[in-house]
């Protein structure tokens, strides 16, 4: 099945430092969502994004719906040792049925304190 | 607040084993899914279902087998299990429209 693609693959960064990742796809996409996953657990939704364009902070965390529908950003602000997991993006696709979303392959985040 | 129950956390079952892996949530969504998760491979759809009863195969549904009796469960099944099915398996549930609710997964190793 479809892949979005998501960068970078791994990230190794000293506390404190700002984060960046992104997912870009080929198709358009309706809903963009960001989950993180911590070792052994199941991912949890960070943040939900509806419409081109917009622009949503969790705390630390801000994410973007691409204008073109294709892509989406997150960010992380002065990372702390408790931000290391594996980070998700998640679209659904115009047009799909039953909510089947579309996952990126994740980009591990280890952050030395 | 809204849940997603895997029954295991652990699992350790032999070759040939049937194994169920049983799946409930408590937010009566519609859609609810079944994905393995191995390094490197990111997060596969094995099975999902729309509705009770109903059931669509994902991207790698050889060698297993779903049931969705009621609308609060959704059932994993290993017909004949075998050592590459040794992973960590992950359940999720959604509505129409919005994403999904995982559960902490369980991690199953066969022997």
């Known amino acids: 099945g479809q892949q979005l693609n998501q960068s970078p693959q791994s990230m190794f960064i000293q506390e404190g430092e700002d984060v960046s990742m992104n997912c870009t796809s080929s198709?358009?996409?309706?809903?963009w969502l960001w989950y993180k996953q911590d070792p052994g657990e199941g991912p949890v939704l960070l943040i939900a994004?509806?419409?081109?364009?917009e622009l949503t902070s969790n705390g630390r965390l801000t994410a973007q719906f691409g204008i073109t529908r294709k892509d989406s950003f997150l960010n992380i602000s002065a990372s702390i040792p408790s931000d290391v997991g594996i980070y998700f993006c998640a679209g659904l696709p115009v047009g799909t049925s039953y909510g089947k979303l579309t996952f990126g392959q994740g980009t591990i985040l280890t952050v030395h304190p | 607040d809204v849940k997603v129950t895997q029954s295991s956390r652990y699992l350790v079952k032999r070759t040939g084993e049937k194994v169920f892996l049983e799946c409930v949530q408590d937010?009566?969504?519609?859609?609810m899914f079944w994905y393995r998760q191995d390094p490197g491979l990111g997060l596969r759809l094995i099975y999902f279902s729309y509705d009770v009863k109903m059931k669509e195969k994902g991207d790698i549904p050889e060698g297993y087998s779903v049931s969705r009796e009621k609308k609060e469960r959704f059932s994993l099944i290993l017909e004949s299990a075998s050592t590459n099915q040794t992973s960590m398996y992950l359940c999720?549930?959604?509505?129409?429209?919005?994403?999904?609710?995982f559960g902490s997964g369980t991690r199953l190793t066969v022997v």
């Open positions: 198709s358009i996409f309706n809903t």
């Open positions: 994004l509806y419409k081109a364009g």
């Open positions: 937010m009566d969504h519609e859609n």
């Open positions: 999720a549930s959604s509505s129409r429209g919005e994403g999904y609710t």
